[in-house]
RNA sequence: GGGCGAUUGGCUCAGUUGGUUAGAGCGCCACAUUCACAUUGUGGAGGUCAAAGGUUCGAAUCCUUUAUCGCCCACCA
């Protein structure tokens, strides 16, 4: 026989088994009619990114779908790529080229892409190569990037057909603007956080008046771009002040004060400085009024020209000086702490600007209708199902989305405008929306065409990944086969980014849900709760827990650990806890490997063959555990699957059942014999079944073994999901074993509570209650004589009790270990009495329980005869306990 | 300001529609290394399930309130 390594060792597995799929095609689907597909369309990473653990959770719970799914026969496909991520992607080129002293400007637009595609050439891959590390059973031959010329023309005919049907639109409005990345950002790209900042007040003076009105604001810069001042209409303080005029501090331009509704009287001072074009309020109320928007901020956030002095400095550093003046002239009134929430760039965390400027947007409501519809009728499910609420809430208030963006690295935006047209009119004049550069103006004939010059937000590619990735907008086997794809599994962060979007795009141009589930695991965070990041330095690098201690091990901690979409926190020894299993595994099988002898007798039908306790035993709970993974999955709880697995395969299969035929397949008496013959093919079936339940957990190892074991077919990925057989559930199988386990329990307990070495055997006998108990622990007693270590059992009615010995009492039996010269009598009673406090006790309870007349009135009736065997079972147990403290007593 | 989640043995967490004497992993204590596995085995200690009310025959589980922590959303300057 070859030797096996007693410990597993991943590094000599992993590749291997990876290349071997990968070369065998293991991964691929194609189109089957005769098949029914089961999808899944990885959420794309970041082509600039590196693998984290929540990369880690949420690949392991999609290639655990996919390979279950797989085993169970579905047409499994699941299709991996990679997100141009524009501005990250971006930022990171431009911090390269810093390097070198060079700014993208130098290199102009067509350059600096090209330089982007070399960099993605070079370094892009890097996530997915991460990604076969982690096992990813993705279809690599299916590999999509959202930049891709496939995905480019999806996204393109996208924006041409929203912009025709009018739900695509250019206009001026306040936006969130990142004056570091220099780009409009959307609204959920501005994350909001809580700052403790300043409220400062500041006289405005009334024109040809002794008195002024306060104004109070936390962006006192802004001030320079002030318009108006607004009170409430219904507020008393200022109603004569309404429409007069007022000097504007610093600037000395003349202001009005108007009246709005908007203002309210409780906040501040009860006057608004009103700032159309760098507040959204204020731009609204500036329409309202008719007032012209002042820009006073550049996009790289220093001040504008028309701002005197403050000119070219940084927008903190004049608001600064903004407040030195103020005070020098007497105009600050007060400072007040206030904390309130601030914008920042999700990529870069800058404080971002509200800021007006021309965009594209997108008009959400009138394609949210769908999505809406489709959550409330259960077409689409969240597992779990509170981020329905979530995600509703915000589709029923959704806002429309602006999609352009001022960088270089993305979707060109598929819009001309002709030169002439757009300066001979304003408004929509001159403007072509089209697949291709015109070589003329439709209206004027001009030639002189230039396309817009921003990119499209990177989610307006990644919200077709659904559809795109199967060769949309062509009609393609591909997409009417695998559209729409099973199940989504993402984090809650990108809900509105990304899976809210998908499922309105789906229902606009596939006239279907792009997925029917969605499973929203939890975020991965470290010990101390913070999420885990690479710019915090408190992440643990997957890589590292793979090198350290396994695949296999990293996947099913994380798993274990993550339950019911709750918040995964993560330290590495956590670890371990796979690791260990993995190595459990490895032992159990290998020590099956040894005793099977080449193979389990094929002959052998354990339908009908002369079955032990034991045998009955296992087979009952292996397909109880089959059972139970199987319904876990179906309900997306990976981690009660998991353990369901884990339980079942240490606690039920190697501690027991392994144990129990231990002798059996190492004594020489059973050499040859039929019995060994039938042992050898159950090792084999539960390691089998076991292996394959634990495949999609654990693919290595579970590979690895597999193809040591007799088997058909070329991988263990390619099997077939064990099915549950009813069959073989055993009720009386496992009551029966129930019984032999406590009794061995007991006496193991006896053996070291008067610490009698392993080695040593000792004498027992059992007095059982019943004929029931007599038979079960007649057919367990070689089990009972082997594991807990004796050189005989007596099995009788009545208890004879030696002299010198230890007598326990489990359910109606006396086990009684007779120990000369160690028993002390004293110490008996005390732990008899011990028992029978805690037994009264119990009786007790189910005794009132069942004296309250309500209770066995109204309570159903298999909960009540329950409880009536319950105290039977403990009122005879409580019966031997005392009789035995009685004798000990005479 | 609204919403969501969490609060269970020393630590980290499970606990499906209310019905077991509340479980696991780690840690701890004792014992064990010719035995597939010390990345192990055997045994053990340790919790009135955050608090207070309520519903119910019965609550860790459902309702209300409170406290603490965390997250998300929101245009009050």
């Not at 965070?525 to 690479?534: C, I, N, Q, Y």
């Not at 002369?610 to 059972?627: C, E, F, G, Q, T």
């Not at 999955?633 to 144990?659: I, K, S």
């Not at 990925?717 to 329990?745: H, R, T």
């Amino acid at each position: 026989m070859r030797e096996i390594p007693s410990a597993y060792d991943p590094k000599a597995t992993e590749e291997k088994w990876y290349k071997f799929w990968e070369s065998g095609k293991y991964f691929h689907a194609q189109p089957d009619p005769g098949r029914k597909p089961y999808t899944i369309v990885i959420p794309p990473p970041n082509v600039t990114g590196i693998l984290h653990m929540g990369h880690a959770l949420n690949n392991t719970v999609q290639d655990i779908l996919i390979r279950w799914r797989k085993m169970q026969g579905w047409n499994a496909e699941w299709l991996p790529g990679t997100d141009h991520a524009g501005i990250a992607t971006q930022n990171v080129v431009e911090k390269k080229l810093a390097k070198e002293g060079i700014k993208r400007q130098d290199l102009g637009r067509d350059e600096f892409i090209r330089r982007v595609w070399k960099w993605r050439e070079e370094y892009g891959s890097t996530i997915i190569s991460q990604m076969k590390r982690l096992g990813c059973s993705c279809d690599w031959d299916r590999t999509r990037f959202t930049m891709d010329e496939g995905l480019s023309n999806a996204v393109n005919e996208v924006f041409i057909r929203l912009y025709e049907k009018g739900l695509i639109y250019r206009g001026n409005y306040i936006i969130n603007w990142c004056p570091r990345c220099q780009t409009a950002l959307s609204d959920e790209e501005a994350q909001h956080k809580d700052l403790n900042g300043s409220l400062y007040y500041i006289k405005y003076p009334v024109k040809g008046r002794n008195r002024h009105i306060t104004v109070a604001t936390t962006r006192p810069e802004t001030m320079l771009g002030d318009v108006a001042v607004a009170v409430n209409p219904s507020d008393p303080r200022f109603k004569d002040l309404v429409g007069e005029t007022l000097i504007l501090p610093l600037a000395g331009r003349e202001i009005k004060v108007i009246a709005d509704s908007f203002v309210d009287m409780e906040f501040g001072t009860g006057a608004v400085k009103v700032t159309p074009a760098h507040d959204p309020n204020d731009f609204d109320m500036g329409k309202r009024h008719n007032l012209e928007p002042i820009v006073v901020m550049q996009p790289d956030g220093t001040m504008s020209r028309n701002t005197g002095d403050f000119a070219g400095m940084d927008r903190f550093e004049a608001r600064e000086a903004i407040l030195e003046d103020l005070k020098e002239m007497k105009l600050l009134e007060k400072v007040d702490a206030h904390a309130h929430s601030v914008g920042h760039c999700y990529r870069c965390h800058t404080v971002v600007e509200p800021y007006l400027s021309e965009q594209w947007f997108v008009r959400m409501k009138p394609l949210a209708k769908a999505g809406i519809e489709a959550a409330k009728s259960g077409r689409i499910k969240f597992h779990p199902d509170r981020w329905t609420k979530v995600y509703l809430d915000w589709m029923e208030n959704i806002r429309d989305w602006c999609i352009s963006r001022q960088i270089w690295w993305g979707h060109r935006i598929p819009v001309y405008y002709c030169i002439k047209c757009r300066k001979a009119s304003e408004g929509k004049k001159g403007i072509i929306v089209s697949r291709v550069k015109p070589a003329k103006c439709p209206d004027c004939g001009g030639t002189d065409i230039v396309q817009d010059e921003d990119v499209l937000d990177t989610w307006f590619s990644s919200w077709l990944w659904p559809f795109s990735t199967f060769g949309w907008p062509e009609k393609t086997k591909d997409l009417s086969y695998f559209y729409p794809t099973s199940t989504l599994a993402t984090a809650q962060e990108i809900i509105f980014f990304w899976v809210a979007r998908m499922i309105m795009s789906g229902y606009e141009f596939m006239g279907d849900a792009p997925f029917k589930d969605i499973y929203i695991h939890g975020t991965v965070r470290d010990e101390t709760g913070a999420k885990m990041s690479k710019s915090l330095g408190n992440s643990i690098d997957p890589v590292e827990i793979i090198d350290e201690y396994g695949t296999d091990a990293l996947r099913f901690s994380l798993i274990s650990i993550t339950a019911g979409g709750q918040d995964v926190f993560l330290s590495k020894e956590k670890f371990e806890l796979g690791r260990n299993f993995a190595n459990k595994i490895w032992n159990a099988s290998r020590f099956v490997l040894m005793n099977i002898e080449g193979g389990a007798d094929q002959d052998i039908d354990l339908a009908s063959a002369d079955l032990s306790l034991a045998d009955k035993w296992i087979l009952s709970r292996l397909n109880r555990a089959v059972d139970s993974v199987t319904g876990s999955l179906e309900e997306f709880r990976f981690n009660e699957a998991a353990n369901t697995a884990y339980e079942f395969f240490w606690h039920e299969f190697c501690d027991w059942y392994v144990e129990l035929v231990k002798p059996e397949m190492t004594k020489d008496e059973f050499k040859g014999t039929q019995r060994k013959k039938i042992v050898q093919a159950i090792l084999t079936h539960c390691i089998d079944n076991a292996l394959k339940v634990l495949h999609p957990f654990m693919p290595f190892v579970t590979e690895e073994i597999w193809q040591n074991l007799p088997h058909e077919g070329g991988s263990i990925m390619a099997s077939s999901w064990p099915k549950c057989d009813k069959g073989l559930f055993d009720d009386g199988a496992e009551q029966e074993m129930s019984l032999a386990i406590g009794i061995i329990s007991v006496i193991r307990n006896i053996r070291a509570e008067f610490n009698i070495q392993p080695q040593k055997l000792c004498k027992a006998s059992i007095a059982a209650g019943s004929g029931k108990s007599r038979d079960a622990i007649t057919k367990s007693a070689e089990y009972i004589k082997g594991l807990a270590r004796l050189e005989s059992l007596d099995i009788s009615d009545k208890l004879v009790r030696p002299k010198a010995s230890s007598v326990a009492v489990f359910g109606d039996c006396e086990i009684c270990v007779p120990l000369e010269g160690l028993v002390d009598l004293e110490s008996e009673k005390r732990k008899m009495m011990l028992k029978i406090g805690e037994l009264s006790k119990y009786t007790g309870s189910i005794e009132a329980k069942l004296r309250n007349k309500n209770f066995t009135d109204r309570a159903p009736r298999e909960v009540v005869d329950n409880e009536k065997s319950k105290l039977a079972e403990a009122n005879i147990s409580l019966g031997k306990l005392k009789e035995n403290l009685k004798r000990l007593e005479t």
